[in-house]
């Protein structure tokens, strides 16, 4: 007899973070090594020179930190979620790799250092709910980096909130690592889009699996759907940056157009 699920809601929003271990397994399906091999070389293009230090906002498992710190760079991560910090940073400690993690706002967050190249990958940047949060955004990445610096945003591609087609981007997938089974679902059929406020709200679930049995944690999340034209008027706005690119995937041969290839919009700003 089949043990049953176990159902673990939470009202707050973004609670999904706070399960590192969960989260860790759900998303390593990328290829990292690849994906940065793109944002190094497009930061260099702008910046004229190697890049020796790297920032990851809501960096989360720290994926691309930790390459990029085993790659030899000055290789630091942020996140507001107090779990995911200690988490990755074990992570990081347990390589003997050359960076910290740390506990911050993406909106507010300051040190000492500057940085190469600042960068916000997945639904990061989409968690900065109004005009003000991501010129908040905008400010904050500008102090962090050196003059000439770079800036990388990886988020999804418009297309995917202004019309009824299949997302670009899959929203039900499942990994697993030894004995746990992830099933991730980013949405699905719970996506409610408000046109007038360009807010998504959806339902995050993962259903984890193990030999003591399976539980589904299910959370609400919002995300900000912002156009192009709006992200275009921001940074005009913001006065700390120029628009030097636009990608559609990790390629540097994919430019921004709408073809169905390109499911990612990835802007490369520029400090002024």
């Not at 994906?35 to 070389?41: A, E, H, P, S």
């Not at 190697?50 to 030899?72: D, F, N, Q, V």
């Not at 995300?223 to 540097?252: H, N, P, Q, W």
Request: hydrophobic share 40%.
């Amino acid at each position: 007899m089949e043990k049953p699920i176990k159902l673990i809601r939470a009202d707050e929003v973004r609670r999904t973070y706070s399960l590192p271990e969960i989260y860790d397994i759900a998303f390593d399906f990328r290829d990292v090594p690849q994906q940065v091999n793109f944002l190094l070389d497009i930061a260099e293009t702008y910046l004229g020179r190697k890049i020796t230090s790297a920032l990851e906002m809501a960096c989360g498992p720290g994926y691309h930190t930790r390459e990029m710190a085993r790659r030899g760079l000055i290789a630091d991560g942020l996140d507001l979620e107090p779990n995911m910090v200690a988490y990755t940073q074990k992570l990081a400690d347990e390589e003997g790799l050359n960076c910290t993690i740390h506990l911050g706002d993406m909106r507010s967050f300051t040190t000492e250092k500057k940085y190469d190249l600042v960068y916000c990958l997945m639904a990061s940047f989409a968690q900065l709910e109004t005009n003000d949060d991501i010129l908040s955004n905008f400010a904050c990445a500008a102090d962090l980096l050196a003059d000439g610096g770079v800036y990388i945003i990886s988020t999804a591609h418009p297309r995917d909130f202004y019309g009824d087609d299949q997302a670009s981007a899959k929203i039900n997938w499942t990994m697993a690592r030894g004995y746990t089974k992830v099933e991730a679902c980013w949405g699905g059929d719970d996506q409610q889009f408000d046109p007038m406020t360009e807010i998504d709200d959806i339902v995050v679930s993962f259903t984890v699996t193990t030999p003591l049995g399976t539980t589904r944690y299910e959370f609400p999340d919002r995300y900000r759907r912002c156009s192009i034209m709006t992200f275009d008027a921001l940074i005009k706005l913001s006065g700390r940056f120029e628009i030097v690119d636009l990608y559609g995937d990790f390629d540097k041969n994919l430019k921004l157009t709408n073809d169905s290839v390109c499911w990612r919009f990835i802007p490369i700003l520029k400090k002024k």
